[in-house]
């Protein structure tokens, strides 16, 4: 059986292998955490943050003229730290629900930073070329050091989910039972919500802003349709988008013309969508034949 020339050049591309060690390590992490930001019914908190780091790619740039990843996501992460600060101030100094309060803080730092970036465009500085990829992601840009940042980055996230496996475990399912225990759940809620914008942060480079929270959503609600159990929805949820990762980088190698960001969605969307139709138990089409098999038995003879 022939092997298919994307496989080959995952192993034998130096830079397509690059690419894709990013992407999985992207998928992997935000996968991980896209688990507890299901089960806690904030997915669009991910959103919110993603749209939130636009602004602070482009203020950095403008103040510190340089345009290095890491500094670019070291302004992307306090924009995006500034964002959910403003959404918890909202929801506790004011009457707004929690998706109004995402909705209104999405809007607002999304338009900012387009303004901000339609100014740069404007002006004949050279140095600003390129910030404007940031919006739907350049995987193909990843070097060998910003993977190994992803890496570090990611590594660290992973690390503290596990030290703190039992408190998440409990602030997703029972925070009131957590906090009658003594744990301080609203330290741990922005602790994991640190974790998110540090998901996001390390994935805009390669998916951009706007898809980005597709990257948080959509591996936990493919392996949601899978298992009943946390571990094992965590676990699903991280090889989801890992796989994704690299599939939708193997894609834009074949020279399909689209962008491996855009890719990589396409690949977990599809993901999802598959789950969503044939996984056991909580699948449409395995659901629609039990009603079809109860149906008949019921009927009378």
Not at 35 to 44: E, W
Not at 91 to 107: C, F, H, N, P
Not at 220 to 244: E, I, K, N
Not at 283 to 298: P, S, Y
Request: hydrophobic share 55%.
């Amino acid at each position: 059986m022939e092997i298919p020339q994307g496989l080959i050049d995952l192993v034998s591309d130096y830079t397509l292998r690059t690419v894709a060690s990013g992407t999985a390590i992207l998928g992997l992490v935000s996968g991980t955490l896209g688990a507890f930001a299901l089960l806690r019914r904030q997915s669009l908190f991910g959103d919110a943050i993603s749209h939130a780091a636009l602004p602070g790619i482009v203020l950095v740039f403008m103040v510190t003229g340089i345009k290095g990843p890491l500094v670019l996501m070291g302004g992307a992460a306090l924009a995006g730290i500034a964002g959910m600060l403003l959404v918890l101030a909202l929801v506790r100094l004011t009457r707004l629900k929690q998706d109004s309060a995402l909705g209104i803080i999405l809007s607002t730092f999304f338009g900012f930073g387009l303004m901000l970036l339609t100014f740069l465009q404007r002006n004949p500085d050279a140095r600003q070329a390129g910030l404007s990829n940031y919006l739907l992601g350049q995987a193909a840009t990843l070097l060998e050091r910003d993977v190994i940042g992803i890496g570090l980055f990611g590594a660290a996230a992973l690390g503290l989910t596990l030290l703190f496996w039992k408190e998440f475990k409990l602030l997703s399912f029972d925070r009131d039972y957590g906090a009658s225990l003594g744990f301080p759940m609203q330290a741990l809620e922005i602790l994991i919500t640190l974790l998110l914008v540090a998901a996001i942060v390390i994935g805009l480079q390669a998916v951009g802003v706007i898809l980005m929270s597709a990257m948080l959503v959509a591996p936990a609600a493919a392996a949601r349709q899978w298992t009943d159990r946390l571990g094992t929805m965590v676990v699903v949820s991280a090889l989801f988008g890992a796989t994704a990762g690299v599939a939708g980088t193997a894609l834009s190698s074949l020279g399909v013309g689209i962008a491996t960001g855009p890719l990589i969605v396409l690949c977990i969307s599809l993901i999802a969508l598959l789950s969503l139709l044939l996984a056991p138990h909580r699948g449409i089409v395995w659901r629609q034949l039990r009603q079809r098999r109860h149906a008949t038995a019921l009927k009378p003879a």
